[in-house]
């Protein structure tokens, strides 16, 4: 087994402010995922990678970087928090692009 | 394009009665689609309930099955009789076993089931 850990829980950022999720993984895969959640909605794809320092861009990249320094790690940064960004942001990770995803419980964003 | 469309919730059903989460898909990049349904319970994060990848199986988990159906482009989600335990936000979702790209999810299902 494996676990998928995402700080901080919960971030506070001002409007404008830049702000770093970071993700954490133990299964050993080789691709990971940002996904937003706002509320009441699905899964929107912002970034993935398919190994260590690898990024493709998801259907929701705008406003968004990523980085993926090592195989284990995956951060997502908000390059200016808007108001309308206020969701929960999972990390997840899989063997395989197509494979099954495993999730960490999110960081949920508010911006004030 | 590529997409999943399943039952808009709120579903509200009575403890031992059955349930019917529908879910349609369309795979127009996708030659060989692997199918997924998550769920998550209140509390806790998201977590995978079953997974089909071949087309006229069934998976199942937990007293749910889903039929993966290539000539409808279906994979609903069942249960003949619920428990309290079952309420959550279910989601299908949509891969591709060749690799290529993320995992497509539907919008989520949340259902209540009352004692």
């Known amino acids: 087994g494996g676990i998928i850990t995402q700080t901080p829980k919960f971030l506070i950022g001002q409007e404008g402010q830049k702000l770093t999720l970071k993700c954490q993984q133990n299964?050993?895969?080789?691709?990971m995922y940002w996904y937003r959640q706002d509320s009441g909605k699905g899964l929107r794809l912002i970034y993935y990678s398919i190994t260590e320092n690898d990024l493709q861009k998801g259907d929701l990249s705008e406003g968004y970087d990523a980085s993926r320094e090592k195989k284990s790690s995956f951060s997502l940064t908000v390059t200016s928090a808007q108001k309308n960004e206020m969701a929960v942001f999972l990390c997840?990770?899989?063997?395989?692009?197509?494979?099954?995803?495993?999730f960490g419980p999110g960081t949920r964003l508010t911006v004030l | 394009g590529d997409s999943v469309t399943q039952t808009e919730g709120p579903v509200t059903v009575s403890e031992s009665e059955s349930l019917i989460i529908n879910c349609t898909y369309s795979a127009t990049s996708i030659a060989y689609p692997n199918l997924f349904w998550y769920v998550r319970y209140p509390g806790e994060g998201l977590q995978l309930l079953l997974k089909?990848?071949?087309?006229?199986q069934k998976g199942s988990s937990r007293g749910f099955e889903a039929t993966y159906n290539k000539e409808t482009t279906s994979f609903h989600l069942q249960k003949a009789s619920v428990q309290e335990s079952d309420s959550a936000v279910y989601y299908c979702a949509l891969g591709d076993r060749q690799g290529g790209r993320a995992l497509i999810f539907g919008t989520g299902t949340t259902v209540s089931v009352s004692p």
């Open positions: 997840a990770s899989s063997k395989g692009q197509g494979s099954e995803q495993y």
């Open positions: 089909v990848i071949t087309a006229g």
């Open positions: 299964f050993n895969h080789d691709t």
